[in-house]
């Protein structure tokens, strides 16, 4: 079965802060897609990256970045330069090779000004 | 043009009462999803269609029951609501593989 664990429950950082929120999965599939989601406190959940489990390339998207380690199963997100609206709840997500979509239980970080 | 839509936005209704939620999506994508959040965020799916077949069945009562007339839409009818299921039900919609688009939540509130 498809687990994906998100251990940081909540994360405050001070604005201008570098952050990151951790993601491990597990999975028996050989093929899988990893994803996270932003979901700010208007509730909305927006998509931010999706990877598949042949590209372990990472990814830098301004000052979000995503690094993936298949030997640690592991899809970490980085926030650089943290500001105040990066403040949501962050969720990482595993899709199998069905497209059953598991969620981790989201990490709430709180960027202060 | 919104890409996924749900309604209502809020429901507010008592104990025992017999609800229904609609979601469409206009991206052509094959395959909608059932969300529930509760309280503590946590998201589960509840059902999965693909072209209109039933893909995933989580366990969830049976008073809960996806339709879906067409693969545009997928419908939610809850029977006999209870206190625990007040929460946020979200639709999705993606291609295989792809990222999920979601609505804007419906917030089910239970008296």
Redesign the interface.
């Known amino acids: 079965a498809q687990k994906v664990t998100q251990a940081q429950t909540e994360i405050s950082v001070v604005e201008k802060e570098d952050v990151t929120l951790d993601c491990v999965y597990e999975t028996r599939d050989t093929t899988y ?1 990893l ?1 996270w989601y932003k ?1 700010p406190p208007s ?3 927006v ?1 931010l990256i ?1 990877r ?1 489990s042949f590209d372990e390339q990472n990814e830098i998207s301004g000052r979000y970045s995503w690094n993936f380690q298949k030997s640690t199963s592991s899809f970490n997100f980085t926030i650089t330069a943290s500001q105040v609206v990066d403040s949501a ?1 962050y ?1 990482c997500a595993l ?1 199998d ?7 981790g ?2 990490t ?1 970080l709180t960027v202060k000004p | 043009d919104t890409a996924v839509s749900q309604t209502p936005k809020y429901l507010v209704t008592q104990m025992g009462n017999d609800k229904s939620i609609k979601c469409e999506q206009n991206l052509g994508h094959d ?1 909608m ?1 059932w969300y529930k959040q509760d309280s ?6 509840m059902f ?1 269609y ?1 072209n209109k077949e039933l ?2 069945n989580e366990t969830v009562p049976n008073r809960f029951s996806p339709k879906s007339p067409d693969k545009a839409h997928l419908n939610l009818h809850i029977n006999s609501l209870e206190l625990g299921d007040s929460a ?1 039900y ?1 639709c ?1 919609s ?1 291609q ?7 609505g ?2 419906t917030r089910l509130s239970i008296l």
Do not use: C, W
């Open positions: 897609y994803f979901q509730g909305e959940l998509f999706r598949n709840v969720f899709s090779n069905n497209n059953d979509m598991r969620f239980a989201g709430r | 395959t999803y503590k965020k946590f998201l589960k799916i999965s693909n893909i995933i946020v979200f999705a993606s295989i593989h792809g990222p999920q688009h979601f804007d939540g």
